[in-house]
């Protein structure tokens, strides 16, 4: 196995666990913004928020950005125009990644003012933006 196909498959494995994430903690939100504040059920939702982003989202999203790069300039496909797509995309979904964390933040605060539907509407678009990314990795347009 040579060391590119090693950090690609780190790189594959990185992405899994941080759309996993992604694609999870805007369904805690749903059900978190449905508790009452301050209730054990809202703690509770609290602490899976903060662990799902620090000990999984967080580490696998800086191991994609590290491991993609390394895999781009390996690869020689920095001036590739797909590869800035891709890049585009995996930008947005870090800039989603951030507001997800600033999202926790302030149900941990107790000043949540998005309603359980607004959480129902965002937790579609990490979707959609991994479709895109796939769309540029596989077809290269």
Known sequence: MTLYLAIKAVHILAVIAWMAGMLYLPRLFVYHAGAAQGS?????FEIMERRLIHAIMTPA?????????????KGEFLM??????????????????????????????GINRRTARFYRVINEVPTLLMIGVVIFVVLKP
């Open 40 to 44: 054990e059920l809202a703690k509770t």
């Open 80 to 109: 590739a125009g797909w590869l800035h797509g891709k890049l585009a995309l995996v930008i947005l979904l870090s800039a989603l990644h951030f507001y997800f964390d600033a999202a926790r933040r302030t149900f941990a605060a």
């Open 61 to 73: 999203m800086v191991i994609v950005w590290i491991s993609g790069l390394t895999l781009a300039i």
